[in-house]
């Protein structure tokens, strides 16, 4: 059974910065592409970034140059590098792959920027 699991995700003031990972149970090169979204109250879930290769990565407007999307085929991982979190920031974030044709999500990991 695939499984995608995420962590990291917590309180944090504004400004600060997060890591976020996803751990697959299958190699992470078989998922194209993996990516991250995320869904706060009331919206829609929003692709954060995306990542099909070392060299295509695509991110959301909203979040480029504060996120960074980075991958470990030895770990099986995928990571979300989050700086200059902003306060109205208040979302849960999932991990996605995508592995023969068949899209996965993970249980999502709440992160909060708040003081």
């Known amino acids: 059974q695939v499984r995608l699991v995420e962590s990291g995700g917590g309180l944090v003031q504004p400004g600060g910065s997060l890591r976020l990972s996803c751990a697959a149970s299958?190699?992470?090169?078989?998922?194209?592409?993996m990516a991250w979204f995320r869904e706060a109250p009331g919206k829609p879930r929003e692709l954060v970034a995306n990542i099909a290769s070392a060299n295509t990565k695509n991110y959301a407007e909203s979040v480029k140059g504060r996120i960074t999307i980075s991958s470990d085929n030895a770990k099986n991982t995928v990571d979300l590098q989050m700086n200059s979190l902003k306060p109205e920031e208040k979302d849960v974030y999932y991990c996605?792959?995508?592995?023969?044709?068949?899209?996965?999500w993970g249980q999502g990991t709440q992160v909060t920027a708040s003081s």
């Open positions: 996605y792959g995508r592995r023969m044709s068949t899209g996965y």
């Open positions: 299958e190699t992470i090169s078989s998922f194209v592409p």
